[in-house]
């Protein structure tokens, strides 16, 4: 079949996943819009986020091996989801507490966060590794996956629909967050300028915790979301990290409906490039968007930092 025949199902393929990518650049990109770094342990939040829901999921799965049906599976994803969003929290927190805080206590250079960074995710990686094993950990299903309905003859899977609708809802609430809320106005007046922020009796060193436990709660989400179609491993967080951080960068590093728009054109290309060509150039792809937009449009598509993006 031509590609123009399989161009509503590979969008839908696309935007499901770009949702995903969208989830984990926000973390990235409210991170960078405070304190001007890059968290790249942001990915290890969200591989360990993935596994506090797994393992909540299937503890909670009936004992006779069949799938949950109705309410139940409701319930079980809803579970999932909140279990995710608290380790990938408490992740943050811990990741802010230990391997940022005195750093920036003691005014380090820029270098020192990313070292210590590094050597967070390392830390995380293995430990996961040893604690959890070195193999894919699969997550039973939580409901019957059948064609819900189609658009243009393509197939919208329950999954796939659950997946992108749990997705955009999350990126939503942030954006309401960040630009309705008494909380919001602080992230982004932090973002704008710390030191006047200050002056007008802005806790920084709160909007800065709160940010990275928000930024955590959308990665532990958004991995348990990715574990339900990808399974889950130690490993899990490199890759989709990268591409969370190339759909930042393609949609404005620092702007939150940039870090949204970014992650669902990432996952746009990535499924016609991967049709066009082969499956095993999607991650090829991803790299070439990112050298190109660092080439061409370096402050990306909308190039916004967070305190002026609302």
């Known amino acids: 079949m031509g590609f123009f025949d399989q161009f509503w199902q590979l969008t839908i393929d696309g935007l499901m996943v770009g949702s995903l990518y969208a989830v984990i650049a926000l973390g990235y990109t409210l991170v960078y819009g405070v304190l001007q770094l890059i968290n790249f342990a942001h990915s290890e939040v969200f591989m360990l986020g993935s596994f506090g829901g797994l393992f909540v999921a299937r503890a ?58 590094i050597g967070a995710s390392l830390f995380a990686v293995n430990l996961a590794g040893k604690e959890f094993g070195r193999q894919n950990v699969d997550l039973p299903d939580l409901f019957h996956n059948g064609t819900v309905f189609t658009i243009f003859g393509a197939d919208v899977s329950t999954q796939s629909l659950v997946i992108f ?67 889950a491993s130690y490993s899990m967080g490199f890759v989709p990290g990268v591409k969370a951080f190339t759909a930042a960068v393609l949609g404005g590093i620092g702007n939150v409906r940039g870090a949204m728009l970014g992650g669902l054109l990432l996952g746009l290309v990535e ?30 598509l909308l190039g916004e930092r967070l305190g002026r993006a609302a």
């Open 60 to 117: 909670l799965l009936p004992g006779d091996g069949s799938v949950p049906g109705g309410l139940e599976s409701v319930g079980l994803v809803a579970i999932g989801l909140g279990a995710g969003a608290i380790c990938g929290g408490l992740a943050a927190f811990t990741l802010e507490r230990v391997a940022y805080r005195p750093l920036r206590r003691r005014s380090a250079p820029r270098l020192a966060y990313l070292i210590s960074a």
């Open 165 to 231: 609708a749990v997705a955009v809802a999350m990126l939503i609430g942030l954006d309401r967050l960040v630009a309705g809320t008494r909380l919001g106005q602080g992230i982004r007046a932090v973002a704008q300028d710390a030191d006047t922020a200050v002056l007008m009796g802005v806790n920084v060193e709160r909007i800065i915790i709160v940010t990275f436990i928000v930024g955590g709660l959308l990665a532990g989400a958004g991995g348990f979301l990715y574990a339900m179609t990808f399974n």
């Open 271 to 300: 499924s016609y490039g991967g049709y066009l060509f082969q499956a095993s150039y999607k991650d090829v792809i991803a790299f070439l968007v990112l050298v190109a937009i660092l080439m061409i449009r370096p402050s990306g």
